[in-house]
């Protein structure tokens, strides 16, 4: 189905000062040929009397064209179930009275920006905003402002099948109001089980941190992809895969982020423990470089400025004592010796 902006005029002030001088002249009408019918009954009092009465009975019907759009909202419109259009300009108008507006997803609450109320309520001026909030998403309205929406964090196996928890904020807007409302049975809930489902799609082709012979592109080639160290490429795909299953519904996916990432709890305390150990190995990697360095540097100073002649026993025992004081995790206390060497 496709969208059919509706093109009446902004005729809602004019109609309202048209139906109120009606209503006034049924009132007067009514006054004045009830009295002309005290005098003596004619048919012209008759049918005055009658048309006034009559108005002022069903004249409210009138009224229920009017439709107030305010700036990002639109007003998808039905006349006995056909649909006739969608007023997405803002401004006040007059329609037919026996028109219905649709919002399949009014009284759906996600945790989402327009849906969530304030949770302390121990002011009347909290109260009172919450009681808006609440009536302003149960509008037949749609909203076409940029939303965004956060699900609840899911426990996803990586590609490694070790369980994280993850969790993402998705920022999105109605761009087809005749496909949000018709084409599925409730945008919302269709968009949130969608961000699920695709969250755990791309999740699964990732591992949580860089392993080795694992391909995330899907091009046969192993690379360095993670979900920890690639967030903004993951966060692109997870948009991407949202975007295609949620076109039909006439949504835009603007963008996508990765708002919580962690090992499950069952898992999380061992992860931690390779991952010091992995920094400790890297580490030590770095100071035995190091000390190894320092050890030439220094066998070549002395044998360059002549300061000691060293076999090869002393050198050896050289090079032993000078990399356990570079590598050791504690200060060095030497041993003073007061006669030879030996």
Not at 63 to 81: D, H, I, N, S, Y
Not at 165 to 189: G, S
Request: proline share 3%; net charge neutral; glycine share 6%.
């Amino acid at each position: 189905m496709e969208e059919k902006v509706y093109q009446g005029k902004k005729n809602g002030m004019k109609m309202m000062v048209l139906w109120i001088l009606l209503y006034l002249a049924a009132i007067l009408g009514t006054v004045f040929f009830g009295i002309k019918l005290d005098k003596g009954i004619s048919v012209p009092a008759v049918c005055g009397l009658t048309v006034s009465i009559v108005y002022l009975s069903l004249g409210w019907i009138t009224w229920m064209g009017l439709k107030v759009v305010r700036p990002q909202e639109a007003l998808v419109l039905t006349l006995f179930g056909k649909y006739i259009g969608t007023i997405k300009e803002d401004g006040y108008y007059w329609v037919n009275p026996f028109c219905t507006s649709v919002n399949p997803a009014a009284h759906t609450r996600l945790s989402q920006s327009g849906d969530v109320q304030p949770r302390s309520a121990g002011s009347i001026l909290q109260l009172s905003q919450s009681s808006a909030a609440s009536a302003e998403s149960m509008s037949k309205k749609l909203s076409l402002k940029v939303m965004t929406l956060s699900n609840s964090r899911q426990k996803i196996n990586d590609c490694l099948g070790n369980p994280i928890e993850i969790a993402i904020a998705v920022t999105w807007k109605i761009v087809d109001t005749a496909k949000a409302v018709f084409a599925v049975d409730n945008y919302k809930e269709y968009l949130s089980l969608q961000c699920d489902s695709a969250l755990r799609d791309i999740v699964r082709l990732y591992p949580y941190d860089v392993a080795q012979n694992v391909d995330t592109t899907g091009d046969g080639v192993a690379d360095e992809g993670s979900l920890r160290g690639s967030s903004e490429v993951v966060a692109e795909r997870i948009r991407t895969e949202i975007q295609k299953r949620v076109t039909d519904a006439g949504i835009e996916v603007v963008a996508a982020r990765i708002t919580y990432l962690a090992y499950a709890p069952e898992i999380a305390a061992v992860m931690l423990q390779r991952q010091q150990a992995s920094a400790i190995i890297d580490a030590r990697k770095m100071i035995v470089d190091g000390a190894v360095g320092m050890v030439e540097m220094a066998l070549e100073r002395l044998s360059e400025k002549n300061v000691v002649d060293l076999d090869e026993e002393r050198k050896a025992a050289m090079v032993s004592n000078l990399l356990v004081v570079l590598c050791g995790n504690h200060d060095a206390q030497p041993v003073v010796n007061s006669g030879s060497l030996y």
